[in-house]
Protein backbone atom coordinates (compact mmCIF):
# COMPACT_ATOMS: atom_id res chain seq x y z
CA UNK A 1 0.00 0.00 0.00
CA UNK A 2 1.16 3.24 -1.05
CA UNK A 3 2.18 5.77 2.02
CA UNK A 4 0.45 8.78 2.43
CA UNK A 5 1.81 12.02 1.37
CA UNK A 6 3.12 13.78 4.66
CA UNK A 7 4.71 9.96 6.04
CA UNK A 8 6.78 10.19 2.60
CA UNK A 9 7.89 13.29 3.39
CA UNK A 10 8.67 12.35 6.83
CA UNK A 11 10.14 9.45 5.94
CA UNK A 12 12.79 10.88 3.41
CA UNK A 13 13.26 14.13 5.52
CA UNK A 14 16.31 14.82 7.31
CA UNK A 15 18.22 16.82 10.24
CA UNK A 16 19.85 19.85 9.23
CA UNK A 17 21.47 22.73 10.69
CA UNK A 18 20.82 26.45 9.59
CA UNK A 19 23.57 28.42 9.47
CA UNK A 20 23.80 30.04 13.22
CA UNK A 21 23.12 25.87 14.60
CA UNK A 22 19.35 26.37 14.90
CA UNK A 23 18.38 22.84 13.52
CA UNK A 24 15.39 22.09 11.30
CA UNK A 25 13.88 18.78 9.18
CA UNK A 26 14.71 18.87 5.17
CA UNK A 27 13.22 17.76 2.74
CA UNK A 28 15.92 17.62 -0.47
CA UNK A 29 14.96 18.83 -4.23
CA UNK A 30 15.61 15.01 -5.35
CA UNK A 31 13.42 13.88 -2.66
CA UNK A 32 10.95 15.86 -3.43
CA UNK A 33 11.18 15.30 -7.51
CA UNK A 34 10.66 11.34 -5.89
CA UNK A 35 8.16 11.65 -3.85
CA UNK A 36 5.90 13.89 -6.64
CA UNK A 37 6.26 11.23 -8.99
CA UNK A 38 5.58 7.86 -6.45
CA UNK A 39 2.39 10.19 -5.58
CA UNK A 40 1.60 11.28 -9.02
CA UNK A 41 1.13 15.23 -7.81
CA UNK A 42 3.43 18.39 -8.78
CA UNK A 43 6.19 19.18 -6.67
CA UNK A 44 4.81 22.57 -5.69
CA UNK A 45 2.30 20.51 -3.52
CA UNK A 46 4.76 17.86 -2.29
CA UNK A 47 6.64 21.31 -0.99
CA UNK A 48 3.47 22.69 0.54
CA UNK A 49 2.50 19.84 2.47
CA UNK A 50 5.78 19.12 4.00
CA UNK A 51 6.12 23.12 5.31
CA UNK A 52 2.35 22.34 6.45
CA UNK A 53 3.99 19.81 8.43
CA UNK A 54 6.95 21.82 9.46
CA UNK A 55 9.56 20.27 6.94
CA UNK A 56 11.74 22.49 5.25
CA UNK A 57 12.24 22.32 1.35
CA UNK A 58 16.20 22.30 1.17
CA UNK A 59 16.27 24.72 -1.67
CA UNK A 60 14.13 27.06 0.53
CA UNK A 61 16.59 26.77 4.00
CA UNK A 62 17.85 30.39 3.57
CA UNK A 63 14.32 32.13 2.78
CA UNK A 64 13.40 30.01 6.35
CA UNK A 65 15.36 32.95 8.83
CA UNK A 66 13.23 35.60 7.21
CA UNK A 67 9.75 33.70 6.15
CA UNK A 68 7.78 31.68 8.37
CA UNK A 69 6.71 27.67 7.44
CA UNK A 70 3.14 29.16 6.73
CA UNK A 71 4.67 32.45 4.77
CA UNK A 72 6.65 29.83 2.34
CA UNK A 73 3.87 27.93 1.81
CA UNK A 74 1.66 30.86 0.79
CA UNK A 75 4.28 31.81 -1.60
CA UNK A 76 4.07 28.88 -3.04
CA UNK A 77 0.18 28.62 -3.02
CA UNK A 78 -0.24 32.15 -4.76
CA UNK A 79 -0.29 32.83 -8.80
CA UNK A 80 2.05 35.84 -10.21
CA UNK A 81 1.62 36.70 -13.82
CA UNK A 82 4.55 38.60 -15.53
CA UNK A 83 3.94 40.92 -18.41
CA UNK A 84 7.26 41.56 -20.78
CA UNK A 85 9.81 39.27 -20.31
CA UNK A 86 12.72 41.23 -21.52
CA UNK A 87 15.00 43.10 -19.03
CA UNK A 88 12.79 43.77 -15.87
CA UNK A 89 10.86 40.20 -16.36
CA UNK A 90 14.05 38.48 -16.75
CA UNK A 91 15.11 39.28 -13.48
CA UNK A 92 11.66 39.33 -12.00
CA UNK A 93 11.43 35.20 -13.17
CA UNK A 94 14.91 34.93 -11.86
CA UNK A 95 14.21 36.25 -8.35
CA UNK A 96 10.20 34.59 -8.22
CA UNK A 97 11.30 31.30 -9.11
CA UNK A 98 13.94 31.42 -6.52
CA UNK A 99 12.07 32.67 -3.56
CA UNK A 100 9.20 30.23 -4.57
CA UNK A 101 6.52 31.65 -5.72
CA UNK A 102 4.40 28.64 -6.47
CA UNK A 103 3.05 29.56 -9.76
CA UNK A 104 4.04 31.97 -12.66
CA UNK A 105 2.08 32.84 -15.80
CA UNK A 106 4.38 34.38 -18.14
CA UNK A 107 3.35 36.59 -21.21
CA UNK A 108 5.29 37.73 -23.87
CA UNK A 109 5.05 37.54 -28.02
CA UNK A 110 8.33 38.56 -28.47
CA UNK A 111 11.72 36.73 -29.53
CA UNK A 112 15.03 37.80 -28.50
CA UNK A 113 17.65 39.60 -30.52
CA UNK A 114 21.09 40.77 -30.15
CA UNK A 115 20.23 44.11 -28.77
CA UNK A 116 18.48 42.17 -25.90
CA UNK A 117 21.98 41.08 -24.68
CA UNK A 118 23.29 43.83 -22.54
CA UNK A 119 20.29 43.16 -19.90
CA UNK A 120 17.75 40.93 -20.49
CA UNK A 121 18.53 37.77 -18.62
CA UNK A 122 16.61 34.91 -20.23
CA UNK A 123 18.48 35.90 -23.26
CA UNK A 124 22.02 34.64 -24.65
CA UNK A 125 23.62 33.68 -27.92
CA UNK A 126 22.01 30.59 -28.70
CA UNK A 127 18.50 31.93 -27.15
CA UNK A 128 18.13 34.37 -30.38
CA UNK A 129 15.59 33.56 -32.09
CA UNK A 130 13.45 31.94 -29.41
CA UNK A 131 10.37 32.97 -27.93
CA UNK A 132 10.68 34.83 -24.59
CA UNK A 133 8.13 32.77 -22.87
CA UNK A 134 9.86 29.71 -23.76
CA UNK A 135 13.31 31.04 -22.66
CA UNK A 136 11.40 32.13 -19.31
CA UNK A 137 9.81 28.25 -19.13
CA UNK A 138 13.04 26.80 -19.47
CA UNK A 139 15.00 29.14 -17.07
CA UNK A 140 12.46 28.31 -14.52
CA UNK A 141 12.35 24.62 -15.01
CA UNK A 142 16.28 24.31 -14.38
CA UNK A 143 15.88 26.71 -11.20
CA UNK A 144 12.80 25.46 -9.69
CA UNK A 145 11.40 22.57 -11.39
CA UNK A 146 8.08 22.81 -8.22
CA UNK A 147 6.66 25.66 -9.82
CA UNK A 148 3.40 25.78 -12.08
CA UNK A 149 4.45 27.84 -15.12
CA UNK A 150 1.74 29.07 -17.60
CA UNK A 151 2.84 30.43 -21.21
CA UNK A 152 1.38 32.72 -23.46
CA UNK A 153 3.51 33.59 -26.16
CA UNK A 154 1.72 36.61 -27.36
CA UNK A 155 1.24 40.50 -26.43
CA UNK A 156 -1.25 41.41 -24.11
CA UNK A 157 -4.12 43.43 -25.34
CA UNK A 158 -7.68 44.62 -24.73
CA UNK A 159 -9.16 40.93 -25.72
CA UNK A 160 -6.92 38.56 -24.03
CA UNK A 161 -5.78 40.40 -20.85
CA UNK A 162 -8.40 39.52 -18.58
CA UNK A 163 -8.82 35.44 -19.56
CA UNK A 164 -4.84 35.75 -19.21
CA UNK A 165 -4.48 37.91 -15.92
CA UNK A 166 -7.37 36.96 -14.62
CA UNK A 167 -6.34 33.90 -11.86
CA UNK A 168 -3.47 36.10 -10.41
CA UNK A 169 -2.85 36.94 -6.69
CA UNK A 170 -0.31 39.68 -8.04
CA UNK A 171 0.38 41.26 -11.77
CA UNK A 172 3.70 42.51 -12.15
CA UNK A 173 4.21 45.15 -15.78
CA UNK A 174 7.42 44.63 -17.07
CA UNK A 175 6.71 45.80 -20.28
CA UNK A 176 8.33 48.01 -22.31
CA UNK A 177 7.01 51.01 -23.97
CA UNK A 178 4.25 53.10 -22.06
CA UNK A 179 1.09 53.09 -24.12
CA UNK A 180 0.70 48.88 -23.15
CA UNK A 181 0.67 49.63 -19.59
CA UNK A 182 -3.02 51.55 -19.95
CA UNK A 183 -4.03 48.31 -21.51
CA UNK A 184 -2.21 45.99 -18.55
CA UNK A 185 -4.02 48.24 -16.03
CA UNK A 186 -7.26 48.44 -16.67
CA UNK A 187 -7.23 44.31 -17.32
CA UNK A 188 -6.13 44.43 -14.03
CA UNK A 189 -8.51 46.84 -12.37
CA UNK A 190 -11.64 44.64 -14.31
CA UNK A 191 -9.87 41.15 -12.69
CA UNK A 192 -9.49 43.27 -9.15
CA UNK A 193 -5.51 42.48 -8.86
CA UNK A 194 -2.59 44.71 -7.73
CA UNK A 195 -0.06 45.82 -10.10
CA UNK A 196 3.60 46.57 -10.06
CA UNK A 197 4.69 48.79 -12.83
CA UNK A 198 8.23 49.44 -13.42
CA UNK A 199 10.21 51.36 -15.92
CA UNK A 200 13.51 52.48 -16.56
CA UNK A 201 15.17 54.35 -19.11
CA UNK A 202 19.11 55.02 -19.31
CA UNK A 203 20.33 54.74 -15.20
CA UNK A 204 17.11 55.87 -14.28
CA UNK A 205 13.89 53.91 -13.65
CA UNK A 206 11.20 53.87 -10.95
CA UNK A 207 8.37 51.05 -9.35
CA UNK A 208 4.77 51.56 -8.20
CA UNK A 209 2.38 49.60 -6.84
CA UNK A 210 -1.11 50.21 -7.81
CA UNK A 211 -4.09 48.39 -6.01
CA UNK A 212 -7.42 49.05 -8.37
CA UNK A 213 -8.81 51.91 -6.66
CA UNK A 214 -5.30 53.41 -6.28
CA UNK A 215 -4.01 56.56 -8.42
CA UNK A 216 -2.42 54.62 -11.04
CA UNK A 217 -0.50 55.08 -13.78
CA UNK A 218 -2.59 58.14 -15.09
CA UNK A 219 -0.95 59.97 -12.36
CA UNK A 220 2.79 59.17 -13.39
CA UNK A 221 2.02 59.42 -17.25
CA UNK A 222 -0.58 62.01 -18.00
CA UNK A 223 -3.85 60.69 -19.94
CA UNK A 224 -3.18 57.89 -21.96
CA UNK A 225 -4.27 60.12 -25.40
CA UNK A 226 -1.19 62.45 -24.69
CA UNK A 227 1.39 59.97 -24.73
CA UNK A 228 4.19 59.17 -26.85
CA UNK A 229 4.63 55.63 -27.86
CA UNK A 230 7.99 55.06 -25.80
CA UNK A 231 9.87 57.21 -23.40
CA UNK A 232 13.33 58.39 -22.46
CA UNK A 233 14.72 55.15 -23.22
CA UNK A 234 14.05 55.68 -26.59
CA UNK A 235 17.24 58.23 -26.66
CA UNK A 236 18.50 56.96 -23.03
CA UNK A 237 18.73 53.34 -24.06
CA UNK A 238 18.63 50.87 -20.90
CA UNK A 239 21.39 49.53 -18.61
CA UNK A 240 21.71 46.12 -17.04
CA UNK A 241 22.73 47.39 -13.44
CA UNK A 242 19.03 49.98 -13.47
CA UNK A 243 17.03 47.06 -14.55
CA UNK A 244 18.23 44.52 -12.22
CA UNK A 245 17.68 46.89 -9.48
CA UNK A 246 14.10 48.21 -10.45
CA UNK A 247 12.76 44.45 -10.89
CA UNK A 248 14.18 43.40 -7.63
CA UNK A 249 12.45 46.08 -6.27
CA UNK A 250 9.13 44.70 -7.96
CA UNK A 251 9.79 41.01 -6.37
CA UNK A 252 9.87 42.53 -3.07
CA UNK A 253 6.36 44.47 -3.46
CA UNK A 254 5.44 41.42 -5.19
CA UNK A 255 6.41 39.03 -1.61
CA UNK A 256 4.99 41.61 0.10
CA UNK A 257 1.55 41.57 -0.66
CA UNK A 258 1.06 37.97 -0.69
CA UNK A 259 2.64 37.83 2.44
CA UNK A 260 -0.12 40.91 3.35
CA UNK A 261 2.23 43.53 4.70
CA UNK A 262 1.72 46.66 4.93
CA UNK A 263 4.30 49.28 3.51
CA UNK A 264 3.77 49.17 -0.08
CA UNK A 265 4.82 52.03 -2.56
CA UNK A 266 0.96 52.39 -3.05
CA UNK A 267 -0.20 55.89 -4.41
CA UNK A 268 3.69 56.97 -4.47
CA UNK A 269 6.63 56.00 -6.60
CA UNK A 270 10.08 55.28 -5.44
CA UNK A 271 12.56 56.94 -8.04
CA UNK A 272 16.36 55.62 -8.81
CA UNK A 273 18.85 57.45 -10.64
CA UNK A 274 22.31 55.43 -10.50
CA UNK A 275 24.11 58.14 -12.38
CA UNK A 276 23.77 60.90 -9.51
CA UNK A 277 22.62 58.14 -6.59
CA UNK A 278 19.69 59.50 -6.14
CA UNK A 279 16.88 57.61 -4.29
CA UNK A 280 13.42 58.83 -3.56
CA UNK A 281 10.11 57.70 -2.65
CA UNK A 282 7.47 60.37 -3.92
CA UNK A 283 4.23 61.27 -3.45
CA UNK A 284 2.16 60.66 -6.09
CA UNK A 285 -1.18 62.08 -4.00
CA UNK A 286 -0.33 65.54 -4.60
CA UNK B 1 16.90 88.68 -0.57
CA UNK B 2 17.92 86.33 -3.30
CA UNK B 3 15.98 82.93 -3.40
CA UNK B 4 17.39 79.51 -4.19
CA UNK B 5 16.06 76.07 -5.30
CA UNK B 6 17.63 72.89 -6.44
CA UNK B 7 17.21 71.33 -9.49
CA UNK B 8 17.44 67.52 -9.54
CA UNK B 9 16.96 66.68 -13.79
CA UNK B 10 16.01 62.86 -14.08
CA UNK B 11 16.63 60.67 -17.36
CA UNK B 12 16.82 62.63 -20.73
CA UNK B 13 16.03 65.66 -19.12
CA UNK B 14 19.52 66.00 -17.63
CA UNK B 15 20.99 67.98 -20.61
CA UNK B 16 18.86 70.73 -19.61
CA UNK B 17 20.55 71.01 -15.97
CA UNK B 18 21.66 74.32 -14.61
CA UNK B 19 25.55 74.79 -13.91
CA UNK B 20 24.65 74.61 -10.12
CA UNK B 21 21.29 72.77 -9.94
CA UNK B 22 21.91 73.19 -5.88
CA UNK B 23 21.77 76.60 -6.10
CA UNK B 24 19.22 77.72 -8.92
CA UNK B 25 17.96 81.46 -8.84
CA UNK B 26 14.19 82.32 -8.56
CA UNK B 27 12.01 85.41 -8.36
CA UNK B 28 9.59 85.01 -5.84
CA UNK B 29 6.54 83.02 -6.58
CA UNK B 30 7.84 81.81 -9.81
CA UNK B 31 6.21 79.06 -11.48
CA UNK B 32 7.34 75.94 -12.29
CA UNK B 33 6.51 76.62 -16.09
CA UNK B 34 8.56 79.78 -15.74
CA UNK B 35 11.86 77.62 -14.06
CA UNK B 36 11.23 75.02 -17.35
CA UNK B 37 11.42 77.82 -19.51
CA UNK B 38 14.42 79.35 -18.53
CA UNK B 39 16.02 76.20 -18.33
CA UNK B 40 15.15 75.46 -22.06
CA UNK B 41 13.20 71.91 -21.05
CA UNK B 42 10.11 71.52 -23.61
CA UNK B 43 7.17 71.37 -21.61
CA UNK B 44 5.98 68.16 -23.58
CA UNK B 45 9.01 66.54 -22.04
CA UNK B 46 7.86 66.95 -18.53
CA UNK B 47 5.75 63.81 -16.92
CA UNK B 48 6.03 63.92 -13.40
CA UNK B 49 7.31 67.31 -10.93
CA UNK B 50 8.27 66.81 -7.24
CA UNK B 51 8.23 69.81 -4.76
CA UNK B 52 9.76 68.42 -1.31
CA UNK B 53 8.59 64.98 -2.49
CA UNK B 54 5.11 65.82 -3.25
CA UNK B 55 3.73 65.86 -6.60
CA UNK B 56 2.89 69.50 -8.04
CA UNK B 57 1.69 70.88 -11.51
CA UNK B 58 3.62 73.77 -13.96
CA UNK B 59 1.60 76.33 -12.12
CA UNK B 60 3.28 75.50 -8.44
CA UNK B 61 4.55 78.97 -7.10
CA UNK B 62 7.86 78.70 -5.67
CA UNK B 63 8.62 80.64 -2.61
CA UNK B 64 12.62 79.83 -2.30
CA UNK B 65 14.51 76.54 -0.76
CA UNK B 66 12.21 73.85 -2.34
CA UNK B 67 13.86 70.54 -3.69
CA UNK B 68 12.15 70.37 -7.21
CA UNK B 69 12.29 66.98 -9.56
CA UNK B 70 11.10 67.03 -12.78
CA UNK B 71 10.97 63.39 -14.87
CA UNK B 72 10.48 62.85 -18.22
CA UNK B 73 7.74 59.93 -19.27
CA UNK B 74 10.22 56.71 -18.32
CA UNK B 75 8.79 53.40 -20.46
CA UNK B 76 11.69 51.23 -20.96
CA UNK B 77 11.38 47.38 -19.29
Redesign the interface.
Known amino acids: MKMKLTEEIAKLSKESNHQDGDSYRSISVESTLKISQIHRCHGRDVEITALEAGIVPERYARNMKTYSHTQQAVLLKSTVSIVGLGGLGGVVVEILARMGTGSLNLIDGDIFEESNLNRQFLSSEKALQQTKAESAEKRINAINSSLIIHTHPEYVNEENAVDYLGKSDVIVDCLGGIQDRFVLEKASKKVGCPLISGAVAGLSGHVTTIFPNDLGLESIYGKPSDLPASGAEASLGCLPQIVTLVAAIQCSEVAKIILNKEVLFRNKIFTIDLLENVFEILDLAG | MERYIQV?L?????DFSPTDPDNFPISHGETIKSVLKRLDIPQNEV??I?ID????DVTYRLQGGERV?I???????
Not at chain 2, 10 to 14: N, V
Not at chain 2, 53 to 56: A, D, E, I, L
Open positions: RFASLKKLFGVKKGFPPVGGG
